[in-house]
């Protein structure tokens, strides 16, 4: 789940650190202004609302998701707002899904009975089918996208990427809102888990601290394989 705020005159500014968006995720949005409930749902009209409530400090806070590749605009007041979603399906993922789907790659006897024929259209259509259901259940796997992003972590923007994934991995998992600095304990995620993630915090802003990148790096992956065993283990 990502965070986005537009400030007191809709003026926009990213919280969160990635500048892409997987398709599913949750984005959260902070209004600030002159602004009411109807328009705001007006203007997400083509997004799935999961929440829309309004905030002591007369703000709204808006989280929604959206499952279009490519970059949605969202007109909101007088202010455009770009998101870029990008599909977690692999390129040779989906390689073999266009190959599949391409009715040059099938062959039809043309000596068969028309049952056999339609039988066999039928069953090409559901291996399709299956094929793609398994590739979107996959590419919404949140241990998938944890991993494809923690491929992307590199000695210049570990300190803000290894926090992203392992906030975003616990959000996708257990509906939590560590993106937004909400940290709280909730099974199996201990209180030394989210030490881990306040000092990675702490390292973010604080540029002139070092630390060992491979380790942080580790220590990540060790927090996300015991939270999926737990997981397995509560089933």
């Known amino acids: 789940m990502k965070k986005i705020a537009i ?16 398709i599913g995720d949750k984005i959260t949005l902070k209004i600030e202004g002159v602004i009411n ?8 009209k083509d997004y799935k609302i999961s929440s829309l409530e309004k905030g002591k400090d007369g703000s709204y806070i808006v989280t929604f998701s959206t499952y279009k590749v490519g970059e949605n605009e969202i ?29 040059n790659n099938t062959y039809i006897e043309t000596d068969y009975p028309h049952m056999g024929i339609l039988a066999t259209i039928a069953g090409i259509i559901a291996v ?13 796997d949140p241990y998938i996208i944890f991993k494809k992003g923690m491929s992307k ?3 210049s923007n570990w300190k803000e990427k290894i926090s992203l994934e392992l906030r975003r991995y616990i959000d996708n998992m257990y509906g939590t809102n560590f993106l937004g600095g909400e940290y709280k304990i909730v099974y199996p995620i201990t209180e030394e888990d989210i030490d881990f993630i306040k000092n990675m915090d702490y390292l973010k802003f ?12 580790k220590r ?16």
Do not use: C, W
């Open 220 to 235: 990540t992956f060790e927090i996300v394989e015991r939270l999926r065993k737990e997981k397995k283990n509560s089933v």
């Open 206 to 217: 604080a540029p002139n601290r070092d630390g060992d990148y491979l380790e942080y790096k």
């Open 153 to 155: 972590v590199n000695e």
């Open 75 to 103: 007109q909101i007041g007088d202010k455009k707002l770009k998101i870029d979603v990008v599909s977690t399906i692999e390129p040779s993922e989906k390689e073999i899904y266009e190959a599949l789907s391409n009715p």
């Open 37 to 44: 409930k109807s328009e705001i749902e007006k203007a997400l």
């Open 7 to 22: 400030g007191i005159f809709l003026l926009l500014s990213l919280l969160s650190f990635g500048k892409e968006y997987n």
């Open 128 to 140: 399709i089918t299956a094929f793609f259901m398994h590739l979107v259940d996959r590419a919404k």
